[in-house]
C-alpha cells in the first residue's frame, strides 16, 4: 500500500462543515479537491428537489467519476472528496476506491450537535432562494434520520473533530 498518498473523505451531519473542513484538509495536505455539490450543481441545475433525485444524480456522479478518482491516486496524487460517507452503503463507495486504488486514507468524521447543524444550516440558507435543495430544518431532520455514525469495526482510519459552538474545530 502506498501510505504516501492519501484518499480523504468526510462523514457529518448535514451543514456540519464537512466542505469548510474539505477545502482547508485539501489545501493542507495539498490533494486535488473533488466537490460533489458543485458537480450536481453543473451537471444536473434544477433537477434535485428531495432525498431520492439526490440519490440518483449522486449514483450517476460516483459512477462518472470513479475511474478518474484512481487514475488521480495512481498517478501519485492525494486526492480530497467532499462527498458525504454519512451512511455505512455510502462508505462502501469509498472502500471500493481506497482498495482498487491500494492507498491509504483517512476519514475525517465532524461530530456536532444537530442544534449547532440547524444554527448553521439557518445561517448558510439565509441568502439562497426560496426553494432551493435543503435548506430547512425538516429537510435536515428528514436527512439526518438517515446518519449513521462511523464504527471503528469499519476499519476505516478516522480522524474525529468536535466543536460545541460555531467556530474552529
Request: include cysteine.
Amino acid at each position: 500500500m502506498n501510505t504516501e498518498i492519501t484518499l480523504h473523505f468526510l462523514c457529518g451531519k448535514m451543514a456540519a462543515g464537512k466542505s469548510t473542513l474539505a477545502r482547508e484538509l485539501a489545501a493542507t495536505h495539498g490533494a486535488i479537491l473533488i466537490e460533489e455539490d458543485r458537480w450536481l450543481a453543473q451537471l444536473y441545475p434544477d433537477e434535485i428537489h428531495d432525498i431520492a433525485s439526490y440519490i440518483k444524480y449522486s449514483a450517476r456522479l460516483k459512477n462518472i467519476l470513479y475511474g478518474h478518482i484512481l487514475q488521480l491516486l495512481g498517478s501519485g496524487q492525494s486526492v480530497m472528496l467532499d462527498f458525504p460517507a454519512n451512511t455505512i452503503n455510502q462508505r462502501n463507495w469509498f472502500r471500493t476506491i481506497i482498495e482498487a486504488a491500494n492507498v491509504d486514507h483517512v476519514l475525517h468524521y465532524i461530530d456536532v450537535s444537530d442544534e449547532l447543524c440547524k444554527q448553521q444550516l439557518r445561517h448558510r440558507s439565509k441568502d439562497k432562494a426560496a426553494g432551493s435543495a435543503f435548506t430547512t430544518e425538516a429537510e435536515f431532520d428528514a436527512i439526518t434520520a438517515y446518519f449513521q455514525a462511523p464504527g471503528d469495526n469499519e476499519g476505516f482510519n478516522i480522524v474525529r473533530y468536535q466543536r460545541q459552538a460555531d467556530g474552529d474545530f
